[in-house]
């Protein structure tokens, strides 16, 4: 059997550690989960039946500020997936330098399978259950798979009404209108084309002769696809979770999306105006996708796409993990030995949690940002953080995982430190 999620996420910080003086202390408090909350959630279906549904919040670390953290919703979410994710989010925030700590949530659930009145039931039934555990400087929830603007407003609306004041700056990812912000639906994706572009001009590669691939056709996916294309990329392949198309001289990003938004599908096709017909391509599986010849793959689906047993078949020079955990550890060190370059989820997903963060601000300022200033201050902060982590995979020699790891677990290190370790007593004096 293989390694659970979290121990595998584990591994990442056990091989930065062996690059960093932090203290005993600090690397044990590193290694648990501050709190952990498990809740059933009672949900009245249309047709009169009471079900229950599972849900999960988890505040990994709260050092560097309240925790902050995704909802997601899937049939596969459980405790170890979401304490992963927690934990992923705790070095995303420090690896960015937001004043964060890390948190997740989810409910299992297909919520494929529920009208739009029970998924709202469901939702409000969720902030019920986990109202006492956040709050604006305790614990603040965002979009993750299967979740949107739609949701995070009913579930902010919510917390509003059980606290009796309006709380915007409990979740981000909101509906404009309700305290959202500009520029967060296409964060992660923006997030991950600033770190792309900065990376290939690093590695001297041009757009027009730079092919691409990408699994997961979501907010995430079909975003950074669009953005790749219309900076002159070749999109070769994309796939969703029914399968994947793939068209070696391109497809037509722009018309997949809007066939995608009407017919639930994707299919190669180029449309004109509301009318889109089918262009010539092959149909592939994901396991495919992930083994074309291309130069950038971007998995922005689920984790453990990339495992020990496909990892040799990968032949993508660079994989921009646009998803949280694509490639688990073991195929992390295959993917190492073919030379392929690995930027990893804590780096390149950060958009979505840094574009948070300034409609937190926002929301409590009152002051509202200009999408150009929302992308500037995030393109100079992904691009700041980018440079930072290539240069120490540089001086030290390690991959740029570890790189990251390492400019994360420098600021963790330091401000459990500052709160107080054996350390800090015995070697500080006044
Ligand atoms: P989404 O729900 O909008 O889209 C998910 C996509 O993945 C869909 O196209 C779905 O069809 C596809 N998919 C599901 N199972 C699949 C499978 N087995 N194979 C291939 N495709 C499959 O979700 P999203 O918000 O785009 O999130 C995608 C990834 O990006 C997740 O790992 C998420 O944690 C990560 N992420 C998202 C954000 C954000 O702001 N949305 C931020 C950081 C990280």
């Known amino acids: 059997m293989g390694l659970s999620l979290f121990s595998d996420a584990s591994t990442r910080l056990a091989q930065a550690l062996k690059f960093v003086a932090i203290s005993d202390d600090a690397i044990e408090h590193l ?3 501050k709190a952990s909350l498990s809740v059933s959630i009672p949900v009245r279906m249309d047709n009169g039946s009471l079900r229950f549904f599972q849900g999960y919040r988890v505040r990994y670390d709260d050092t560097r500020g309240p925790t902050k953290g995704g909802v997601r919703y899937h049939p596969g979410v459980n405790l170890d997936e979401v304490q992963s994710l927690a934990f992923w989010m705790t070095f995303k925030c420090a690896a960015l330098n937001l004043p964060y700590g890390g948190g997740k949530g989810g409910i299992t659930v297909n919520p494929k399978e529920l009208s739009r009145l029970e998924l709202e039931r469901l939702s409000r039934g969720y902030i019920d259950a986990i109202a006492d555990f956040i709050g604006p400087d305790v614990d603040i929830l965002a979009p993750d798979m299967y979740t949107n603007q739609m949701i995070m407003g ?11 004041q309006i709380s915007p700056a409990v979740v981000t990812g909101k509906p404009i209108t309700m305290g959202g912000s500009v520029g967060r639906e296409s964060a992660t994706a923006m997030g991950a084309f600033f770190v792309i572009e900065r990376m290939m001009s690093k590695l001297d590669r041009h757009p027009s002769n730079t092919t691409v691939a990408v699994q997961g056709f979501g907010n995430a996916g079909a975003t950074i696809a669009a953005l790749m294309a219309k900076a002159g990329y070749k999109v070769v392949a994309v796939s969703d979770s029914q399968g994947g198309i793939y068209a ?3 497809l037509d990003i722009p018309s997949i999306r809007q066939y995608k938004h009407s017919s639930r599908s994707i299919q190669a096709v180029y449309c004109a ?3 889109c017909s089918v262009v010539e391509h092959e149909v592939i599986t994901n396991e495919q996708l992930l083994a074309l010849d291309v130069d950038i793959l971007i998995p922005a689906a689920l984790e453990n796409q990339i495992t020990a047993t496909n990892a040799p078949q990968i032949q993508a020079k660079y994989i921009f993990e646009v998803a949280n955990g694509p490639i688990t550890s073991e ?3 295959i993917l190492d030995q073919k030379g392929i370059m690995v930027f990893p989820d ?4 950060a958009g979505g949690v840094t574009v948070s963060y300034f409609e937190w601000v926002q929301n409590r300022s009152g002051l509202y940002w200009t999408l150009e200033e929302v992308n500037r201050r995030l393109q100079e902060k992904m691009v700041t953080e980018a440079d930072h982590i290539w240069t120490i995979s540089q001086d030290r020699s390690t991959s740029l995982r570890t790189a990251a790891y390492i400019h994360a677990l420098n600021r963790l290190g330091e401000a459990i430190e500052a709160k107080g370790t054996r350390d800090y007593y015995a070697n500080k004096r006044f």
């Open 154 to 164: 009913w579930m902010m609306d919510q917390y509003s009404i059980i606290k009796r």
């Open 273 to 275: 105006g509301t009318v």
């Open 346 to 349: 804590i780096l390149i997903n």
């Open 31 to 33: 290694k648990h989960p």
């Open 331 to 333: 195929a992390d060190g």
């Open 248 to 250: 070696k001289k391109g």
